[in-house]
């Protein structure tokens, strides 16, 4: 088996992806002298929350994803964040290679949930490593990567924001069942109100105002 080390040197917003995407530097090292011709790799990241600490704040965003901060013995568990496959290029010994990660503002998903929920600092992440190496002096000799291959690294938080804010500045984002969309566009249409930005300050102003009412009636 050609035993494979891995290494995750970074972590940088792709600037020039079609949507949000980060690209994680790798150095991958085989035994000195070991020719790889391939390297059909699968990586599995995951963040590891009980890896760093939390204001106040901070914790008061994450009750929904974890409980109350005195329950965080119990539940302060890893979050699956990205699955990606990747093919390295041939090489000896040891070499570099970018895996880019797209990544969602969808906040029904626990990842982008917890990533918004901090401040500042670090998100810890953990990589997880399987795929097939073909490698050999002459010939294909085909193995495993070895399923206890790892690497840790920090995302920034900043640059997380940073990416997010490129692809959707001052924006986020809501998931609604289809019959609730189809509500909401026929109350713009009928108001014929210019944007969603629009359509959603008038529902709120009006519930707004249908408190006023019900608290002047409680008077």
């Known amino acids: 088996m050609t035993e494979l080390s891995f290494t995750c040197t970074g972590v940088r917003a792709d600037r020039h992806a079609a949507g949000p995407t980060l690209l994680f530097r790798l150095r991958i090292t085989a035994p000195e ?9 699968r990586c599995r990241i995951r963040i590891e929350p009980a890896r760093r600490g939390y204001d106040d704040t ?21 979050v699956q964040f990205a699955e990606v496959a990747v093919l390295v290029p041939g090489f000896t010994g040891e070499t570099e290679t970018e895996v880019p990660v797209p990544c969602t503002y969808d906040l029904d998903i626990a990842a982008a949930r917890y990533f918004r929920a ?10 997880l490593f399987s795929g097939t190496a073909f490698s050999g ?3 294909f000799q085909v193995t495993p990567v ?11 938080v900043r640059v997380w924001r940073e990416m997010i804010e490129q692809h959707f500045p001052g924006c986020g984002w809501l998931k609604l069942p289809a019959e609730l969309m189809d509500g909401l566009l026929d109350f713009r249409e009928r108001r014929g109100l210019p944007s969603w930005e629009t359509t959603v300050r008038a529902l709120l102003d009006a519930a707004a105002e249908g408190d006023r009412e019900f608290a002047e009636e409680l008077r």
Not at 59 to 64: F, H, I, P, S, V
Request: proline share 7%; net charge negative.
């Open 33 to 41: 002298s070991t020719r790889v011709h391939a390297l059909a790799l």
């Open 58 to 78: 901070e914790a008061g965003r994450l009750t929904a994803l974890f409980g109350e901060r005195s329950r965080w013995g119990t539940t302060l568990n890893p």
């Open 118 to 127: 901090l401040s500042d600092g670090d998100v810890p992440l953990l990589l």
């Open 137 to 139: 002096p002459a010939g």
């Open 146 to 156: 070895s399923w206890d291959r790892e690497a840790s690294v920090g995302l920034p």
